[in-house]
């Protein structure tokens, strides 16, 4: 956790979604999405007190040719591997939602772990971001075998959200769960539970440093033939963001 509040970093990924789902498979490795400006910080913490060791430094063709990643460090130790993915800007979750599905867009950060989408996570099913996949030729062998490696992990995965049971009919642009929804990780849509509480000092930090991402999935259009949008995944300082509605009792918003 250390690495994670030290450089606003977050695990997402396989390994996050073992922490929001009772899947049960075991990951290929961990994988921390850092902004660029605290690249040298993580590579040294990894480096040092971690104890890992770089292998390879590459750019990001496996990776659904995600817009926000620039560079991906592999280090190594014994039996264990981290890739370290550096994302453009200051704002590491906005990689997340350039993700091929839904069931893996969820993060932990230094205090807390969320959930975009817990109607569809929590029962272990997922909706294809096609967008991002149809859009890049390169991306699209890689999704295939990203969705079949979750569908052999117990995942129902859907191209289309009305496929799965109790979605057939929703509240198109409303719903948590439909892709023509403007999402943000500061909405009362997605789960966020608080792990670790900030110091003062740590909360005066993140002050300055706490952005919203602002997302839509986009696709066909909900029963309206020929009509389609692309997705969006935009991030701004979570202070000019306004949330009209409070969250449910019990669930945090503040995806730290």
């Not at 922490?19 to 040092?48: C, K, N, R, W």
């Not at 994302?87 to 993060?107: L, R, W």
Request: with cysteine; hydrophobic share 40%.
């Amino acid at each position: 956790m250390a690495l994670l509040r030290q450089t606003r970093s977050i695990v997402s990924g396989s390994a996050a979604l073992l922490m929001v789902s009772e899947l049960e498979f075991v990951p290929g490795d961990l994988d921390v999405y850092t902004p660029l400006s605290q690249e040298e910080a993580a590579l040294a913490i990894v480096q040092g007190s971690m104890g890992f060791d770089k292998v390879s430094s590459w750019m990001p063709h496996g990776y659904c040719s995600n817009a926000a990643i620039c560079k991906v460090h592999r280090l190594a130790k014994a039996r264990k591997s981290i890739n370290l993915i550096i994302v453009q800007g200051e704002d590491p979750a906005a990689a997340v939602f350039h993700f091929h599905s839904t069931i893996v867009m969820n993060y932990l950060s230094g205090f807390g772990l969320y959930c975009a989408y817990p109607g569809l996570t929590l029962l272990d099913a997922g909706v294809m971001n096609l967008p991002v996949v149809l859009r890049d030729v390169r991306a699209r062998g890689s999704a295939e075998e990203c969705y079949e490696k979750y569908r052999d992990r117990g995942v129902t995965m859907v191209n289309d959200v009305k496929k799965l049971s109790g979605h057939g009919r929703h509240d198109c642009r409303r719903d948590a769960e439909c892709p023509h929804t403007v999402r943000s990780t500061v909405d009362e849509l997605g789960l966020y539970v608080e792990l670790l509480q900030p110091t003062d000092a740590e909360e005066e930090y993140l002050a300055r440093h706490r952005y919203a991402t602002i997302w839509m999935l986009g696709g066909p259009m909900c029963g309206a033939r020929g009509t389609y949008f692309g997705n969006f995944v935009a991030s701004l300082k979570a202070s000019e963001i306004t949330v009209s509605k409070q969250s449910e009792p019990g669930v945090s918003t503040d995806p730290t």
